[in-house]
């Protein structure tokens, strides 16, 4: 906590503040001192903590910030990928969190798939360690198994102990029904999710886009919304069985999403992740069609129509694939009605050498950390979600999700802060990304709304145009 008299203290201003947390939404202000929160809200609510440091000689820094600006504690990301250790060509854990802290993210979850994958309190420490003076907060997540190797549970009390703060095979589902419920049986008196990323290996097999009539056409081995279900309604059970928390992540169906608001519904102990590339595009952008929400979000806030795309573009490949229009309609509906808790981005940085030359060869995942604002932002400028609902989605509610000490501007917090212009309309640049990671289908396409300022603990961590 900070001590009761700071030497000096910073004073933002804006005339919109949005924290979820606190039903915070209008003018006000934020006073930050020794790296926590000491008062948000609005002049009436900050003027006391204002006299006193007054009173106490404090040196006050006053940043007001331009009309339209919105302040926001900063972004939580559930489910981003490093690399390191392992594929430090791909991404290191210093860029990916300057592509954090450039996206407004204060926070990330990193998930395990590294090599050697994060299943040990060395690999654990290894990752905390490169992570201390990083621009963003990083909390990794460990294996479920051992090697991510589905037989053999991995020391999660040792791990949990280490840092962990959830568990998850991710790209590697926890196939056997008995392996998932012991992971399920240990994580819980660990207080820590069980992250499950919902792929049937043995329907899905090859498939590498969406089974339906675009892979038919295009002749591409096809990844059924069947195969997403299924390991969910397992896992549902399990969670019936077991009682354990349960984190689903990066939901792609409708299907899904029933089976979540169903679960919600009797009460189990579940969340789940939304990323901004399953709401926005289509299986149709693989055949270079860029249809679906985001292009009827870019022509209901006036923006330049995307351009056709190339056929069989690699860019478009990520696991769980892209879906057909309806799904991402039942995703936004979801994430509307509280069904989706949380916004992740699954960053996922390649290289030319994994994205390059054939579609099935290619590597799955998009590069999305610094996109993800304005991608979701056209959903609130089309008007089809309001601003507090998506700001919970990447504050409050995944830091609830995974217990993290994050999400809110509460007085006693972290002095983690997020400022972006809503309205700011830029032209998105992979050369120009802090990842190494430019594997993005967004290439060209003009948004609007970019963050502007990126606080962590206090301190300036990216500035825009700086
Ligand atoms: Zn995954």
């Known amino acids: 906590m900070t001590s009761d008299r700071p030497a000096e203290a910073l004073l933002l201003r804006a005339t919109r503040i949005l924290d979820p947390s606190q039903r915070l939404d209008g003018p006000g202000a934020v006073v930050v001192a020794e790296g926590r929160v000491l008062a948000s809200g609005d002049e009436a609510t900050v003027a006391p903590a204002l006299a006193r440091l007054r009173t106490d000689g404090c040196a006050l820094r006053e940043r007001a910030l331009p009309e339209g600006w919105v302040l926001t504690p900063g972004f939580v990301d559930p489910h981003v990928h490093l690399r390191e250790p392992g594929f430090e060509g791909k991404e290191t854990i210093a860029t990916g969190a300057q592509a954090a802290a450039r996206g407004g993210f204060t926070t990330i979850c990193c998930m395990p798939n590294t090599q050697p994958v994060l299943d040990s309190r060395v690999a654990l420490e290894y990752v905390l360690s490169r992570a201390r003076n990083a621009p963003a907060r990083i909390y990794p997540i460990a294996a479920i198994t051992k090697g991510e190797g589905g037989r053999e549970l991995s020391e999660m009390r040792e791990l949990a102990e280490a840092g962990a703060v959830a568990f998850s095979d991710d790209g590697q589902p926890v196939g056997s029904s008995r392996m998932a419920r012991l992971a399920l049986e240990y994580a819980a008196p660990l207080g820590r999710p069980v ?203 995944p830091a609830r999700a995974f217990g993290l000490e994050a999400g809110t501007l509460r007085s006693g917090a972290l002095a983690d802060i997020t400022i972006f212009d809503p309205n700011d309309v830029w032209v998105v640049d992979p050369a120009r990304f802090a990842s190494k990671g430019r594997n993005t289908p967004l290439a060209g396409v003009t948004l609007r709304g970019r963050v502007r300022l990126t606080i962590l603990g206090g301190a300036v961590v990216y500035e825009a145009g700086t």
């Open 195 to 397: 992250v499950e990323h919902c792929q049937d290996e043995e329907l899905v097999g090859a498939g590498v886009m969406h089974e339906g009539a675009i892979s038919t056409l295009l002749g591409l081995p096809g990844w059924p919304a069947a195969g997403e279900e299924i390991m969910l309604a397992r896992d549902l059970a399990l969670v019936r069985l077991t009682g354990a928390r349960y984190h689903a992540a990066h939901l792609s169906t409708a299907g899904a999403v029933a089976l979540m608001r169903e679960a919600k519904r009797a009460g189990l102990p579940v969340t789940a992740e939304v990323t901004p590339h399953h709401l926005l595009l289509t299986d149709a952008w693989v055949a270079g069609e860029r249809t679906g929400p985001l292009a009827e979000a870019l022509a209901a806030s006036g923006l330049p129509p995307l351009a056709p795309g190339p056929r069989y573009d690699t860019s478009t490949k990520v696991n769980p694939p892209l879906r057909p229009a309806a799904d991402g309609a039942a995703l936004l509906a979801g994430l509307r009605d509280g069904t989706i808790d949380a916004i992740a981005t699954d960053h996922a940085p390649h290289g030319p050498v994994e994205k390059d030359g054939e579609y099935a060869e290619a590597a799955f995942g998009i590069s999305g950390l610094e996109t993800a604002l304005a991608a979701l932002l056209t959903l609130v400028h089309a008007g089809w979600l309001d601003l507090p609902t998506l700001i919970a989605a990447l504050t409050e509610r």
